[in-house]
């Protein structure tokens, strides 16, 4: 069974601090990995990695992947209460020779950014 | 682009009544849409895949004819829960893949579910 697992589970920061969220995974027939952030109502999408050791930027967000270990991390540097979420990774995986991919969803990193 | 809409928002229904919650893909057309159920403080769990003229495939333990699954158009998909109970009570979220392009999955707003 494809398994993801995150950590931590929770985080209380202070706005400036930096964070690291981890992600590491189990799946057979790996294709992505994908970060969403999720506030009040559905996730919305942060980035998708499928090669090992590229990171990705975004602002002040970044991530990369190693598909070596099997795991992938999300930096927030100088973070701002508007960062308070729940951060979901989620991984990408052929669906029995589908064409499309099914999503197995970690259990999210819920962030508190304190003023 | 990539917007996903999601109707109605919040219902609140009997035991025993059917509801339905519709998911479009407003810009863009959806091969596949994803649904999820997502409990209070937990993460997004999938219940179903749906392709636009074809079954769903849904996941174990899901129950098929209880939750109805319907993708009669590139941007529409349906979920019914019929004779609903408490215990249906939850986040419903639908998602969506743009035709041609994988993985990458751009969420409805969700529907928030009270079944009394």
């Known amino acids: 069974e494809d398994k993801v697992v995150q950590s931590p589970l929770s985080l209380v920061v202070h706005e400036g601090d930096t964070v690291t969220l981890n992600c590491s995974y189990e799946?057979?027939?790996?294709?992505?990995l994908l970060w969403y952030k999720q506030e009040k109502k559905a996730p919305t999408f942060l980035f998708m990695l499928?090669?090992?050791?590229i990171e990705k930027k975004s602002g002040r967000l970044s991530s990369i992947l190693d598909k070596k270990e099997l795991f992938s991390i999300l930096n927030i540097t100088a973070t701002q209460t508007g960062d308070s979420a729940i951060y979901l990774c989620?991984?990408?995986?052929?669906?029995?020779?589908?064409?499309?991919?099914?999503?197995?969803f970690g259990q999210g990193t819920i962030l508190t950014v304190h003023p | 682009g990539a917007v996903v809409s999601q109707h109605p928002s919040r219902v609140i229904c009997k035991s025993g009544t059917s509801v339905k919650i519709e998911c479009r893909s407003l810009?863009?057309?959806?091969?596949?849409m994803f649904w999820y159920r997502q409990f209070p403080k937990q993460s997004l769990m999938l219940m179903a895949t749906?392709?636009?003229?074809?079954?769903?495939?849904?996941e174990q333990g899901v129950e098929k004819d209880k939750f109805l699954i319907n993708h009669a158009s590139l941007t529409l998909s349906t979920l019914t829960v019929t004779s609903a109970h408490p215990e249906d009570s939850s986040f419903y979220i639908c998602?969506?893949?743009?035709?041609?392009?994988?993985?990458?999955?751009?969420f409805g707003p969700g529907t928030r579910l009270t079944v009394l």
């Open positions: 998602s969506a893949t743009r035709t041609g392009v994988k993985d990458t999955q751009y």
């Open positions: 989620a991984v990408g995986s052929y669906a029995g020779g589908t064409s499309y991919g099914k999503l197995t």
């Open positions: 810009d863009f057309q959806a091969t596949t």
């Open positions: 749906s392709n636009e003229g074809s079954k769903a495939t849904y």
């Open positions: 499928t090669s090992s050791g």
């Open positions: 799946v057979t027939n790996f294709r992505s």
